[in-house]
């Protein structure tokens, strides 16, 4: 398991947001998080790479290991902990700088400056993200003028340069059109092959179609948690097939 809760428990000040939440996240799988809205699914997947605490007056109590390391742990190195787990958000964040210079960002930061070590860093990041061949001759435009699905690539591609091993993606596909969708998350299921994903979604249909195992969430408390197939065909919990067969949520 690379990543695994125990008795996880996450307060806003006095607001109960996570509730004992114990869950194992396998390595190279694609582990769907679905639940209303409110019910802590995002705020789950932040926990894995503290950007919680980003957040004022925000509580932790229990563990979250990655590899066996508790990266709540005094000791954890964040830097290091947020190199090795990366996140894209809802809405693409390119940076206002050129697409050469969005994906060489990271490498920058981590003391590459060798032009020939950074152009293939930029390369092989866009090849993943099926991005380089129709990219390679405007690198030095700004990334914001790509559409919203290739600026999403670009985001995959501009953490893939630092050689993470997790993608944490929350709602990555909310602010694209089906068609868009439909090619991000075949991306998705190729970057499986090497990386650990772990996704929000409020697409249930799109949690049926790319993860391995899903959880479902509701008010704080992860109710289920189980292969894909089980929990849309034959979920063990009443509040779990409510809400995927649509009576609430």
Known sequence: MIIKTANLNLYYGKFHALSNVNLSIKENIITGMIG???????????V???????????????????????IYAPVCDLIMLRKRIGMVFQRPNAFPLSIYDNIAYGPRVWGISDRATLNEIIERSLAAVDLFDS??????????????EKQQRLCIARLLAVEPEVLLMDEPCSALDPIATGKIEELMLELKK??????????????ARIADEVGFMLLGELIEFDDSKKIFTNPADKRTFDYISGRFG
């Open 194 to 207: 090497k990386y650990t994903i772990v996704i929000v979604t409020h697409n249930m249909q799109q949690a």
């Open 135 to 148: 990219v390679k001759d405007i690198f030095k435009s700004s990334a914001l003028t790509l559409s919203a």
């Open 48 to 70: 894995f790479n503290r950007m919680n605490d980003l957040i004022p007056n925000v509580r932790i109590t229990g563990s979250v290991l990655v590899d066996k390391e508790d």
């Open 36 to 46: 209303p809205s409110g019910c802590g699914k995002s705020t789950l997947l932040r």
